[in-house]
């Protein structure tokens, strides 16, 4: 069982930064990849980046690549998605996700198992 709480949402112009953090319970926590999505109003849920149970292995969708960084602290348990460059269209809510493997991590919603709340992440242009 797995609790996750984000947070580092907020209002930003473009070609700022913003860090959003995930936090969580389990003590099991270097066994779960972990996942970003994202969902903005009308639109379907969708990946944004992923780190393996090491952070080794990271994909990320080409919207952000180059921009966005998945990285994670198993001895605090949190994984961070650190967002550079951002623009407009990077405007929803995002969420972080877990799945237990030690293999590659999932990047279809359908696979992971616990869910974050959302944080809303906003940029003006």
């Known amino acids: 069982q797995v609790q996750l709480v984000e947070s580092g949402g907020g209002l930003v112009q473009a070609g700022e930064s913003l860090r959003l953090s995930c936090a969580a319970s389990g003590r099991a926590f270097s066994s779960y990849a972990m996942g970003w999505f994202r969902q903005a109003p009308g639109k379907e849920r969708e990946f944004v980046a992923a780190?393996?149970?090491?952070?080794?292995?990271?994909y990320y969708a080409d919207t952000v690549k180059g921009r966005f960084t998945c990285s994670r602290d198993n001895a605090k348990s949190t994984v961070a998605l650190q967002m550079n460059s951002l623009i407009p269209e990077d405007t929803a809510v995002y969420y972080c996700?877990?799945?237990?493997?030690?293999?590659?991590?999932?990047?279809?919603?359908?696979?992971?198992?616990?869910w974050g709340q959302g944080t809303q992440v906003t940029v003006s242009s």
């Open positions: 996700a877990a799945h237990r493997t030690i293999y590659a991590p999932p990047r279809t919603p359908y696979e992971y198992d616990y």
């Open positions: 780190c393996g149970w090491s952070g080794t292995t990271t």
